[in-house]
């Protein structure tokens, strides 16, 4: 039973908490990105439904196709059966929706003054443009808004974009906004106004020079962009129009908390669990009743407040003050900063997963490691490399970035439990020591590198997580280099500026944005103290089709942590009434 109604609305408006509105946040997500990938580079396929399938499950399906009911995460078997003439193209290696990626995260970056561009996952980026804002806002001439011109250079004044100033730009929340006299001269409406028509504009030139249509958010702060951006898609832009404080409220309070960036799995769950007065143990996680909870169920529940939401979030191994940040985010306040972006990614991993035929002899791990081994040597070469000497001889390149920790993690697989009712247990360890400086030469290649590498340290550390000479049933092996240190600040041993402080504060942040699963079953995929790790994996892998999943630092899909308790496997929380499909209908 509900206790709260919404006939007689309680809320404790006096702790309602203040923020200010001085910044202006972009927040971009490209449509059906790893569709459009194949789109771009055949353009033949746009016209048709195309699904980007990872094994047994469909990443992602372009319009055309969830125009015919595909849906994003579907089983390739129910896709196919809501359109038989759906085309699938093989999403499994990463590597051109990474480097896709890249190149739009570079367009966007060159067009921000402060740096501070910051990318979620693929196909997310952040954008602070305040201070392009502000500039442009002294510009404006009320006496020819209709021949407005925006400045793209504070040191140019012929960059930049004609628009008309007269209005907005896009679409707004809420839909026709009641615009009163005084609130057409208010700073705010400016900034949002000009807000929108730079957003138009790097919107046209993704599509335009790039070939990718994108969805924006326009707002003061990430939380309220990414929720705003998600109201009119694809190819389209929404602008919040938070020019009173109940705008913002009533935006919030339509949300289901799920669906609010940096609530959480386990976040919402135990607030949904409170405002339905109901124990944990209850509810299961795909319970109807509670995934439509709202912030206003939330907040008009009687006597809510930052200290109730501390008392139900709050103990043993939680963030101190989670109470006051989600009471925050209810309201649609959220302080984080975009991140200014770094050329060099935090880590460099890859992995391959075992699932059905396990690791099991000498001879197949020397396989593996050697060519896991390869490969992070090949992406260390693309990533951290200065790229203008590309064409000159491989010796006159550069290191932009050395990792200074290598580490070895793996995940093995063990039955449980009795024949009728057998699940797997999975158990991941990890191993780190000093990346040897050999890796760093460019007299040999990568290949010959790579096999030193396995013989001087991964086997090592291999011989210190398992002690057994065979017979380890290993479902997963990572090879991971960490702990970059730029290499202009290197100055003598430990004299460098280690990034990876600055990426550890990165990566706490992006915990807003990230869903984990905290559950004490000891999730195989929880991060170690490096930060977050990437683990995609669709169920019922044969081994034949096992790929090297490579999840570097920066660009891991993130914020789809569930860990299936029958197979394993790392399925999004949108994807698991699907998933428990997939296992009831039968391997
Ligand atoms: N992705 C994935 N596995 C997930 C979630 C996402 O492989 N569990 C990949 C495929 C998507 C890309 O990340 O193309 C971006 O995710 P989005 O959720 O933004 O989905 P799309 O960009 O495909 O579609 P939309 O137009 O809804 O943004
Ligand atoms: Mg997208
Ligand atoms: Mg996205």
């Known amino acids: 039973m509900m206790t709260a109604s919404l006939s007689t609305p309680h809320r404790a408006r006096d702790h309602k908490p203040y923020e200010s509105q001085d910044r202006i946040i972009l927040h971009f997500d490209y449509d059906c990105f790893y569709a459009s990938v194949f789109e771009n580079e055949n353009p033949s396929l746009k016209s048709l439904p195309v699904g980007v399938k990872q094994k047994s499950i469909l990443a992602t399906c372009n319009y055309v196709a969830r125009g015919k009911g595909v849906k994003k995460l579907m089983l390739i078997s129910e896709a196919q059966k809501l359109c038989p003439d759906l085309v699938l193209v093989n999403g499994e290696d990463l590597t051109k929706f990474r480097d896709a990626s890249k190149k739009l995260w570079g367009f966007l970056r060159s067009h921000s003054w402060n740096k501070r561009v910051e ?237 059905s035929k396990p690791i099991n002899t000498q001879a197949e791990l020397l396989r593996e490691l050697c060519s896991l081994s390869a490969s992070l040597m090949r992406r260390m070469h693309v990533d951290l490399m200065d790229e203008d000497s590309t064409t000159e001889s491989p010796e006159s390149r550069k290191w932009l970035a050395h990792p200074k920790t290598l580490r070895l993690s793996t995940r093995t697989r063990s039955k449980l439990g009795t024949e009728s009712q057998s699940r797997e247990n999975f158990s991941r360890s990890s191993r780190s020591q000093p990346l040897p400086t050999f890796v760093f030469s460019l007299k040999e290649g990568p290949e010959m590198i790579a096999e030193r590498l396995v013989n001087d340290a991964i086997l090592p550390l291999f011989r210190r997580l398992h002690n057994e000479r065979q017979g380890w049933n290993l479902a997963l092996i990572n090879i991971c280099v960490t702990n970059m240190v730029l290499t202009g600040n290197e100055d003598g041993i430990g004299g460098g500026r280690d990034i990876s402080v600055m990426f550890r504060t990165q990566d706490a942040k992006l915990k807003e944005f990230t869903v984990y699963d905290n559950s004490p079953q000891a999730n195989p995929y929880v991060a170690d103290a490096s930060g977050l790790e990437c683990m995609k994996q669709s169920p019922q892998e044969q081994s034949k089709q096992d790929s090297d999943i490579e999840s570097v630092g920066w660009e891991e899909e993130d914020g789809y942590t569930h860990v299936c308790p029958l197979c394993g496997n790392t399925i999004p929380q949108f994807a698991l009434p699907a998933h428990e499909r997939f296992h009831a209908l039968g391997e």
């Open 119 to 355: 990318r979620l996952g693929l196909d997310e980026v952040f954008m602070d443009v305040s201070d392009i804002i502000s500039y442009n806002e002294q510009l404006l001439n009320p006496n020819s808004l209709a021949e407005s011109f925006f400045q793209l250079s504070d040191q140019d004044p012929e960059k930049g974009f004609t628009f008309d100033a007269t209005s907005l730009f896009g679409c707004t929340y809420p839909s026709q906004p009641s615009i009163q006299e005084e609130t057409w001269g208010s700073p705010l409406y400016v900034r949002l106004l000009l807000s929108s028509h730079l957003a138009g504009y790097l919107r046209h030139k993704l599509e335009e020079d790039f070939g990718y249509t994108s969805t924006c958010g326009v707002s003061t702060n990430k939380t309220l962009a990414k929720l705003a951006g998600t109201k009119n898609k694809p190819k389209n832009q929404t602008t919040l129009m938070s020019l009173t404080g109940e705008v913002v409220q009533r935006f919030m309070d339509e949300h289901q908390i799920r669906k609010i960036p940096g609530m959480g799995f386990r976040t919402s769950h135990l607030v949904e669990n409170h405002v339905l007065s109901r124990t944990s143990e209850a509810i299961p996680h795909d319970d109807e009743h509670s995934a439509k909870i709202t912030t206003r169920e939330v907040l008009e529940h009687p006597s809510m407040s930052s200290a109730v939401l501390e008392k139900v979030l709050g103990g043993p191994g939680t963030e101190h003050g989670i109470g006051l940040k989600v009471w925050n985010l209810l309201h649609g306040i959220d302080n984080a900063a975009v991140k200014e972006a770094s050329d060099v990614p935090s880590q460099i991993s890859i992995e391959d997963t075992y699932m």
